[in-house]
């Protein structure tokens, strides 16, 4: 397993920007699928993006394709996730996750949890 501890959140109007970023600890990080989740008040946790072990594969929810993108420096144990043109449907305490499998948007594979960065975005 992997520790994660996210950053980067914050409290922005709709249509700005923001860069999450999570750090991980452990040599094992090169091998796992990375995986941006998040979870509004009252809702359940949703997958929002992953990216393979490698980083040649990217995955999205339909709700933030295009506008939100992941990425990964493996050299520097580090995933970010970039978000443009944030909408107030955005705001949400942001997860990011590391696994093994390939089932990208099932949390249950995903076996490390970082402890959230809160994303609030005004209108």
């Known amino acids: 397993q992997v520790q994660l501890v996210e950053s980067g959140g914050g409290s922005v109007q709709a249509g700005d920007s923001l860069r999450l970023s999570c750090e991980a600890s452990?040599?094992?990080?090169?091998?796992?699928?990375m995986g941006w989740f998040r979870q509004a008040p009252g809702k359940e946790r949703e997958f929002v993006a992953a990216i393979s072990w490698s980083g040649e594969s990217t995955y999205y929810a339909r709700s933030v394709k295009g506008r939100f993108t992941i990425s990964r420096d493996n050299a520097r144990n580090m995933v970010y996730l970039q978000m443009n043109s944030l909408k107030p449907e955005d705001t949400a305490v942001y997860y990011c996750?590391?696994?093994?499998?390939?089932?990208?948007?099932?949390?249950?594979?995903?076996?490390?949890w970082g402890q959230g960065t809160q994303v609030t975005v005004s209108s």
């Open positions: 996750a590391a696994g093994g499998g390939s089932d990208y948007p099932n949390p249950n594979q995903y076996g490390s």
């Open positions: 452990g040599r094992a990080f090169k091998s796992y699928a």
